[in-house]
């Protein structure tokens, strides 16, 4: 018969009764010590074992207390118990190394899936509920702070203005039923030459750009621009940051370094996972209208020789690099 | 044999009775480093949701890991209950929050058209906030009264739970810990004259409010005690000193004459060396205090028959604080369980408990119920535990 020797706690006083218990044939249990004999059904008993390397527990019906050495023969009595299996698998993750590092696999999984196809999906249900009327609003309340600060208004000569607008109309025509467009266009000393794409398909144009690209450059980027509204990639970015910051939040806490750098990375990659669904769509649009894919490759390395070229590694960028870019759009 | 002899005999006969026992702290680095690891880790995988969970694992780890005599202290709180009330309290909090919000502009919308005056609105919207402000700190202090309560409850040794005031006192609890709140508000702006008072009066009220089974936990120390001890590590602090009265000073003049604009009482140089010297002194001072306080607390510290005795050295906690300040910066934080778990060993199995037969004279008293809705509180009753170095 096993015996396994431990100490006994009334749970009256704080005396220390050493005992043995012995599990006996009838699924009972004895506990035998200094002028003590007593004995309950297994049922009755409770089994717990707290983390790390101490003695197991053996909780008595009525309030007494067993700490007992035990060799595993004793826990295996109680393996059957509801919540058993739970605890074992939590004492077993605490306890060895494959533990371990099977939690941190299924942390790290759990927040890859969060990031990369939870929030996003999240941001888009969220964003197609936002009216299409607020998202303006949204949009115009951008562009009215971007007119106070770098923007003023297009010094372009009205016929080359016209010229921009018939662009964005062609654009239009290729996908009949779609969004209208607004294009806004404004002079910057401190942007240069950009576009830029607002909530509620506001397209953002700067003279520099208008006057560095030609005709067929333009209508690419305008098509990229479009890319960008028609898959309301403005306010999903607005939507995806605000979840992130919650998100980010909840777990390590708000307006710490730590916070910051994580949301700089993932928003980052958003960004450039947007691009390259932008580019993808101005290629579309190019081809619908019977035009070569080239005029987009050369503008993007116009802009690249203007503004400079970085060796900045692309997971710190908003923008992928040029040869990712056209590498991406010619596959596709 | 000499009288003298004899003397020490007799001595040494008293000391072999009161035969003391030694706290032994059993964590390990790698064992807490693993249950850690995987605690962060489900915490994260499930988003936080297993925070209470976690949290209730490490604290069992080290209450258990604390060994008098073989048996360890148990915790035994339900993290289920926990988990609400984190929820509640948030929730409570956030709501009380956007409230003050509504009723700043339901306000607003009000007395506008009554009183045209340019203050009347910021006067308006500071007293809001400081109604919920006072409302906050209220809520806050009862829950941290019971916080304290209900992690008291549930914790056991020798399967005797310790407790902590009584559910009829549980009111004049709150006063005194709203008292002592305001009170540690009061310590800078008396230029730290109340600090002494104030680090007396928190180890009395974590005290001798606290029972194990039915013996209640007693405090002999006096207020005069601490300020005795504050007295002596007062010299330490003088360069500090000397460079905030010259700053004082140095502001005080700039405002009467405001043609000078940096008069300079003591020379650049001299304030160099005592800033570079003050950063030093400011650890030794600091380590030095906790320790001869905390020897103090343990003295005065009784328990029914049992007695209590800490050796703690300045000099172990400079050490300690310098090897885990680098260990954490290096590591960019990862080397927290390897410090937490020298930290606690360090600070327990300097402490130890006589006489040894005392131990075995404990009677268990009435259980009471106290709602874990308390535990959202968590971090204040931590950063309490690290105030006062208290870990029963």
């Known amino acids: 018969m096993d015996r396994f020797e431990g100490l006994y706690f009334d749970g009256q006083s704080s005396r220390a009764i050493p005992v043995v218990v012995i599990p006996l044939q009838n699924d009972q249990v004895l506990l035998r010590g200094h002028q003590l004999e007593l004995c309950q059904p297994l049922a009755q008993l409770r089994w717990e074992q707290p983390p790390g390397r101490s003695r197991p527990r053996l909780h008595w019906p009525g309030g007494g207390l067993i700490e007992v050495n035990d060799d595993g023969r004793l826990a295996a009595l109680f393996a059957g118990r509801p919540g058993a299996r739970l605890q074992g698998l939590l004492r077993w993750a605490e306890s060895h190394r494959a533990g371990a590092v099977g939690a941190s696999l299924l942390a790290i999984g759990t927040i890859t899936a969060v990031l990369v196809a939870g929030l996003p999906l999240l941001a888009a249900g969220v964003s197609a509920a936002i009216p299409a ?90 098509a990229h621009e479009a890319g960008h509204a028609r898959h309301r990639h403005p306010l999903q970015m607005m939507v995806r940051g605000h979840a992130l910051t919650l998100a980010t939040g909840m777990i390590g806490g708000h307006d710490n370094p730590i916070q910051g750098i994580t949301k700089g990375l993932v928003g980052n990659a958003y960004s450039r996972a947007f691009e390259h669904q932008a580019d993808r769509e101005a290629l579309a649009v190019l081809r619908r209208l019977n035009r070569t894919p080239a005029p987009f490759f050369s503008i993007l390395d116009k802009l690249e020789r203007q503004q400079g070229k970085t060796e900045v590694p692309s997971f710190l960028l908003t923008h992928p690099s040029n040869p990712e870019r056209q590498a991406r759009a010619a596959g596709s | 044999m000499t009288r003298l002899e004899a003397v020490a005999r007799s001595d040494e006969d008293a000391q072999g009775k009161q035969e003391s026992i030694a706290v032994k702290f059993s964590g390990r680095t790698g064992e807490y480093f693993q249950i850690w690891l995987v605690n962060t880790a489900l915490t994260l995988a499930s988003l936080g949701l297993y925070m209470p969970w976690a949290r209730m694992r490490t604290r069992r780890y080290f209450l258990g890991q604390i060994r008098l005599q073989e048996s360890g202290l148990e915790y035994q709180a339900n993290p289920q209950a926990m988990f609400l009330g984190w929820g509640v309290i948030g929730a409570g909090f956030t709501l009380l929050s956007s409230f003050g919000d509504l009723l700043t502009t339901g306000l607003t919308s009000i007395v506008q058209p009554l009183i045209k005056a340019n203050w009347i609105l910021p006067l308006l919207s500071a007293g809001v906030v400081g109604v919920i402000l006072l409302i906050q700190l ?63 009066r928190w ?83 600091s380590c030095w205090l906790e320790a001869r306080a905390a020897i103090l607390t343990w003295r005065c510290t009784h328990l029914g028959e049992l007695r209590f005795a800490c050796a703690w050295r300045a000099r172990d906690l400079i050490r300690l604080r310098l090897q885990h300040g680098l260990a954490l910066v290096f ?62």
């Open chain 1, 133 to 222: 009327a607020v998202e303006r609003q949204l949009g115009e309340a951008v562009l009215a702070s971007l007119d106070k600060q770098p923007f003023a208004p297009s010094r372009l000569p009205r016929a080359k203005q016209q010229q921009v607008r018939n662009l964005v109309q062609r654009i239009e025509a290729t996908a009949p039923g779609g969004r209208r467009l607004r294009l806004e266009l404004r002079d910057s000393r401190a942007i240069g030459a950009n576009a830029l794409c607002l909530p509620g398909d506001i397209l953002v144009v700067t003279d520099a750009l208008v006057r560095l690209a030609s005709e067929e450059e333009l209508l690419a980027v305008l």
């Open chain 2, 138 to 200: 209220g809520a806050l202090s009862w829950l941290l009264v019971q916080s304290i309560r209900y992690n008291s409850s549930k914790t056991s040794f020798r399967n005797l739970r310790f407790g902590f005031g009584s559910v009829e006192a549980r009111f004049r609890l709150w006063k005194e810990i709203v008292i002592l709140l305001v009170l540690r508000f009061l310590v800078p702006i008396s230029l730290g004259l109340l600090q002494p008072y104030v680090a007396w």
């Open chain 2, 203 to 285: 180890r009395r009220f974590l005290i001798r409010h606290r029972r194990f089974g039915t013996t209640p936990f007693a405090f002999t120390a006096k207020p005069s005690d601490f300020r005795r001890l504050h007295l002596r590590a007062l010299p330490l602090l003088f360069p500090a000193i000397a460079i905030i009265a010259t700053l004082l000073l140095s502001v005080a003049l700039a405002i009467r004459t405001p043609g000078v604009t940096s008069p300079s009482l003591i020379p650049s140089e001299i304030l160099t060396v005592l800033a570079l010297a003050s950063i030093p002194l400011l650890l030794v001072w």
């Open chain 2, 331 to 392: 590591s960019l934080g990862l080397a927290w369980p390897w410090v937490r778990i020298r930290e606690t060993r360090y600070r327990l199995q300097r402490i130890s408990v006589s006489p040894a037969t005392a131990l075995d004279g404990f009677l268990a008293g009435e259980q009471e119920r106290i709602s874990a809705l308390a535990e959202g509180s968590f971090a204040m009753d931590d950063a309490m535990d690290g105030l006062i170095d208290f870990s029963l």
